[in-house]
């Protein structure tokens, strides 16, 4: 049969023959390659912004361990300022002192450990129990808070005793003490943390 085509039917044959090629290279090579590369496009567009975060971080770096390296140094300046020892004689002492010199009665306190914000600090949690008018009382806070010591006030409860022009207040309040942890106290130049 193929011997009786001519060379019209030959050119017909050769014609559909390099349009099915043409088709199948069309749909098994350049179709999926164009997918292929809009899929890449994709992804890249949406790493795009990544970069662009990456290269501002990149820009900050220098900005952030200089803010680190400070932040570093006022956490060595306040572990050094922290008191080397808990010396609890001579904090109730001065607790008294205020108390007296503020009016107010201290009835009770009780001493406890507690946990200190960062590690390398350890804290003692003193439970007061106070009796006095409120002026007093709030003169009595106010030396509180500014105590020759780290501390922090928290936990305050008051309770009116009497109905008078001048009630008696039954007050509550927990006093956190700071000093520095006892394993830092034996190496006082070791730092923190490391750079």
Known sequence: MLARLGQREW?????????????????????????????????????LPERDKGRRAQR???????????????KQAFLRALPREERLAEVLSEILGEANRSGVVVRSFTRSPTTAPVPEV??????????????????????LEG??????????????????????????????????????EANPTQEGGTR
């Open 11 to 47: 050119a017909l044959l050769a014609m559909v023959l390099t349009l099915a090629v043409g088709l199948l290279w069309y749909y098994l090579g350049i179709l999926p390659l164009r997918q292929e590369t809009e899929v890449v496009r994709q992804e890249i567009a949406a790493l």
């Open 60 to 74: 900050a770096l220098p900005e952030l361990r200089a803010a680190i390296a400070l932040l570093q140094a006022e």
């Open 147 to 184: 105590l020759s010591r780290f501390s922090s006030l928290s936990g305050l409860n008051l309770s009116v005793q009497d109905q008078g022009v001048n009630p008696i207040l039954s007050t509550s309040l927990t006093l956190i003490l700071y000093m520095l942890a006892k394993d830092l």
């Open 122 to 143: 350890r804290a003692v949690s003193l439970a007061l129990s106070l009796e006095g008018p409120f002026p007093e009382t709030y003169a009595y806070l106010r030396r």
